[in-house]
């Protein structure tokens, strides 16, 4: 049970419990293997449980972007195919994980490459058979203030300056420039959702359609919310046919091609991209 983990008064809520099968071949069988990773929220921090079949021997995280870290730990033998979970909505911080297969480069070594929703501080913690990654508000450091010595001297007299023409006040911003502020960020969510939606168009699960779906509709209530000038509107109709065909993609009742739908709604995002 992960409630052994954490004293009993905190509590515990299991948002995401995923279960990989691992087929190891005999000699592999003493190895330690990956099994699941779970999903934890406690309080204001939200913890990543990469569940081993026995404890690695080293454990690093490198920070891609803002919005992706990466793991690696080992040796552990992975599943021979990669696979890509999304977080259930709500959940803060984390997006989703993609494992990468273990073969070739990757052989004998835990690869795996979190995709976070907001910024994030993150540590990375070994308690025997799990690694546990940590996020927690980012908080900006405070610049200290100068302190003040109870014997200074009064400041020296000078001479008055003449005063300076007023700077002109800044330019107001377009209404095209306010339009790609208001819509940037549901790009960015877009492009960090991706990888989930063309995996799970490849190889369709039906709670992960739904994580996706359930993403892609909150962008869409995004784009419906922002005004649009008349200037922005084939970039904005073009985004919002790249989200309504994202979403037709990973909808349970689609009997389509969900590969074709979701490669679509990639094309129609790289030119709204650049139509904006």
């Known amino acids: 049970m992960l409630t052994r983990v954490f004293p009993p008064c905190l509590r515990?809520?299991?948002?995401?419990?995923?279960?990989?099968?691992?087929?190891?071949?005999?000699?592999?069988?003493?190895?330690?293997?990956?099994?699941?990773?779970?999903?934890?929220?406690?309080?204001d921090r939200v913890s990543l449980v990469f569940e081993l079949t026995g404890e690695p021997q080293d454990v690093a995280t490198r920070r891609v972007s803002a919005a992706v870290l990466e793991l690696d730990a080992g040796p552990i033998v992975m599943p021979a195919k990669p696979t890509s979970f999304v977080a259930p909505p709500g959940v803060r911080f984390v997006m989703g994980v993609s494992l990468l297969a273990g073969d070739g480069a990757t052989a004998g070594r835990l690869k795996a490459r979190i995709t976070l929703l907001e910024r994030a501080r993150s540590t990375v913690r070994v308690a025997g058979r799990r690694v546990y990654v940590d996020f927690s508000p980012d908080s900006e450091p405070v610049s200290?203030?100068?302190?003040?010595?109870?014997?200074?001297?009064?400041?020296?007299?000078?001479?008055?300056?003449?005063p300076t023409a007023a700077a002109p006040p800044p330019a107001t911003?377009?209404?095209?420039?306010?339009?790609?502020?208001?819509?940037?960020?549901?790009?960015?969510?877009?492009?960090?959702?991706?990888p989930f939606m063309v995996s799970a168009t490849a190889s369709p699960s039906e709670s992960v359609l739904k994580a996706v779906g359930n993403t892609l509709i909150g962008i869409q209530g995004l784009l419906?919310?922002?005004?649009?000038?008349?200037?922005?509107?084939?970039?904005?109709?073009?985004?919002?046919?790249?989200?309504a065909t994202a979403v037709t993609s990973v909808s349970p009742s689609f009997t389509g091609d969900r590969s074709a739908q979701a490669k679509q709604a990639l094309i129609l995002l790289e030119q709204a991209k650049t139509s904006r």
Request: no cysteine; proline share 10%; charged share 15%.
């Open 12 to 43: 515990l809520f299991v948002a995401l419990v995923l279960g990989v099968n691992v087929g190891v071949p005999a000699a592999a069988a003493n190895e330690a293997r990956f099994q699941n990773v779970s999903l934890l929220t406690i309080r």
């Open 144 to 162: 200290p203030q100068p302190e003040r010595t109870s014997g200074a001297r009064p400041a020296a007299r000078t001479a008055p300056v003449p």
């Open 173 to 194: 911003p377009s209404a095209a420039d306010a339009y790609r502020t208001m819509v940037q960020p549901a790009i960015e969510r877009f492009e960090q959702l991706t």
């Open 224 to 243: 419906l919310s922002v005004d649009v000038p008349a200037e922005s509107r084939q970039a904005h109709d073009l985004l919002s046919s790249a989200i």
